[in-house]
């Protein structure tokens, strides 16, 4: 017997970090952000010099790592992200980190290394888990599972808002644009695991709702189904 798992799932922007921290913070279960895994993956690549087509170099590197999240009691102030002892929480945030890091969770190995340690932290449940491969691959058997999207213009607009409040150095909407398409397109179309809807999962559009709107309807979701 386990503790309940939701599941959020959806493409980059589309809202989802902010959202599955609230959800967790409001039904008291944990935040597990599985994208800052495979950018920590990706920084220390990039990192240590190893070419992003090196999948041998790389599938040792992912087995090897120890990649560690802690959680800060304040909503505002990121979950630190820590691989090798070295906090990452700001770098893998990057233009450069973000441009390789699909090329990078695409590859079998890094999957299935951060995969199994995916599913130890979720053995006993009681997770709010996000991603693009949760509700198919990584928890199938997840309570609840939520597909988010929203449209590019609108996922580009929030991705600006964030830089501005990070205080990082302004990027052109259209080029945001651009890189959110080539790594939808890239997440979706990869070999293994790729970006999809789960057949049970239900699907929000949130273009126009804000975070506290749509975290509102999950746990309203959650409130019925749990
Ligand atoms: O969610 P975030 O934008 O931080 O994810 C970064 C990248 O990590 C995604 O574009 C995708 O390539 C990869 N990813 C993945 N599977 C997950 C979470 C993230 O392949 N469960």
Redesign the pocket.
């Known amino acids: 017997d386990r503790l309940p798992i939701i599941a959020i799932?959806g493409?980059?922007?589309a809202g989802?970090?902010t959202v599955a921290r609230q959800v967790a913070a409001k039904l008291g279960l944990v935040y597990l952000?599985?994208?800052?895994?495979?950018?920590a993956v990706?920084w220390l690549v990039l990192q240590q010099g190893i070419a992003i087509d090196d999948e041998c170099a790389i599938a040792e590197l992912a087995s090897s790592c120890e990649i560690q999240l802690t959680p800060s009691q304040d909503l505002q102030s990121p979950v630190q992200v820590w691989i090798n002892g070295t906090n990452v929480t700001q770098v893998?945030r990057t233009v450069e980190v973000?441009s390789k890091?699909?090329a990078?969770?695409?590859q079998t190995a890094v999957?299935k290394a951060?995969?199994k340690q995916?599913q130890s932290w979720g053995k006993r449940g009681g997770l709010v888990a996000?991603?693009?491969?949760?509700g198919t691959h990584?928890f199938p058997d997840a309570e609840v599972k939520i597909f988010l999207t929203a449209s590019v213009t609108e996922r580009a607009r929030r991705r600006q808002e964030d830089f501005k409040k990070q205080n990082l150095p302004e990027v052109n909407l259209e080029q945001l644009e651009r890189d959110i398409a080539e790594?939808d397109w890239?997440?979706s179309t990869?070999k293994v695991?790729p970006?999809q809807k789960a057949a049970d999962a239900i699907e929000i559009q949130t273009d126009g709702l804000s975070a506290s709107e749509v975290t509102a309807k999950i746990v309203d979701y959650c409130q019925e189904r749990l």
């Open positions: 799932d493409p980059a922007g989802k970090s952000d599985t994208g800052s895994m495979y950018r990706t893998i973000t890091v699909s990078i969770a695409a999957r951060l995969v995916q996000e991603g693009r491969d949760i990584v790594r890239k997440d990869r695991s970006l």
